[in-house]
C-alpha cells in the first residue's frame, strides 16, 4: 500500500500523525500496522519528532515589548483621531463646509481685541486683566487718626513710620490706578462692579503691603530692602 | 458557541475604550503577551521580529478590540493575528535574516542561537547541547512554508487542538489535517539527522 519504498501509506498518514499525538483508538490503523512495516517506521519517527517540537521552550515575552506596545498603542490612538478627521472632510455637504472643516476651529472674538489692547499699550493690558481682579481691602476706622497724629517732622527720626506711610501711599497710588482702569473693561473679563471704587487701608508693615502695591514698591525702589535703605535716607 | 474565558475583560474593554496599558486591557496583555510573543518568535525564527510582529499584534488589538464580536473565541482572534503578524514580518526580513529553501541555513542556526536565556541553573554542556538542539528544530520550522509553519507553531508549541487551529486560521478541519500531514513530511526530511543522532544517543 506504500506509495514509494520507504513511504508511509498515503491513506494512513493522518491516522498516523493523531496516534502519535496521543489518539489511541483507531482500529483500522492498528491493522495496518501489524501488516505495514513502513508505518510501524514512520509512527516511531513522527512521535519522536513530535517529542522534539514539544520540548522546545517557548521563550516569555521580553521586557521590551510593554514599551513598545504603549507606543504602538499611542500610535493607535493618532491613527483613530485621523480617521475620524478624516470621515469629519467627507461629510461635508458643500465646499465651503469642506473649508470650514479643513480650517479647524476659529479662534475666539474676544482675542483679537485682546491682542488689540497689548499692542496698543502692554502696561495697561497687563495691569487691567490681572490688577483688578484682586480683592478690594477697607481701611481700619481709625486710619485717619493716625495719619493725623503723624507730625511732619518724625518721617526721618522714625524709619519705621515712614516706610509705612510710604507704603501707604503706594498702595493708595496703586488702589486708585487699579480701581480706574477697572472701570472701563469688558464684563465678561470681571466680575467687580463697573465704577471706579477707592478703599483705603493702612497696613503696619511692609511685609502686610497687598501683593500688587509691594510688588510695586519692590519695583519702584529696586527691592523692598533697597526700599527701606531709601526711606531710611529721606525719602 | 461555548463561553469565551475572555468574555468580561473583552465586554470591560469595549466598554470603556482602552486609553493605554492599563486596567482590563493590561489584564489581557499578561495574559497574552508570552504566548503572543511566542506564536511570532517560532513564526520569524529571530528575537527582533518577533518583538515587531508582537507589538503590531498588541497594536491590531488594541484598534480593533471594540469590533471584535465573539463570533470565534478571543484567544483564536489573538493567534490569528499574531500569526499574520509573524508571516508578515518573517515575509519583509527574509532576505535580512533568513534563509533561502535553497540554502543558508548555517546563517540561521547563528541566528537562532542569538536567543539568551538564564543559564546560570543548569550546567554549560547540557546548556550547549538544548541550544543546538532548540537551534536545529527551529531552523527546521523556519524552512517550512508559512501556512505550514503556523500550523506546526500552533499545534506542537502552543497546544492547540485541532479544533481551536481550524478558529484561529479560519481553515477548515480537513485542511488542518492535510497541512499538519504535508509539514510533517517537510520536517522528516528536515529533521531526520536531528532525530537519529538524539535518540539514538
Redesign the interface.
Known sequence: MSAQPGSPCADFRAAIIARAEGDVVDLALDAHLERCAVCRRELVRTEQRIELLRKIPGPGAPIALDGLVVAAMQAGERQQRATRAVQSLSRAHTPEDLARRLAGPKAPHVLERLVREDLADPAKALASRYAGSLGRLRAPHDLDQRLRELRPGSVQRHMPVALVTAGVMLALGALIVAGILNGPRNSALSTTPAGPILIVERVDSVRDLDPLVGQILSGVMGGLPDAQRIVGEGF | MKSDPDRELVEACQATA????EGAFRRL?DQY??????VC??ITGN?TD???A???T??IL??KITEFRFESKFSSWVYRIAVNAGIDHKRRSSARWLPSLEGGSDQAREMARL?V?DERTEPPLTAATRHE??AE??CA?SRLSPKMRAI?VLR??E?LSYEEISEALQISLGTV??R??RA??A??RE??P??DR??LR
Open positions: 482602552p486609553t493605554g496599558l496583555y503577551k508570552d504566548r503572543v510573543y511566542n518568535y517560532r528575537g518577533a518583538l515587531d508582537s507589538q503590531e498588541f497594536g488594541f484598534r536567543d536565556r538542539l532548540e528544530i527551529q520550522i506546526v506542537y508549541v497546544n489535517k492535510s499538519l500531514s510533517h513530511e520536517l522528516d529533521l531526520t536531528v532525530l538524539h535518540f
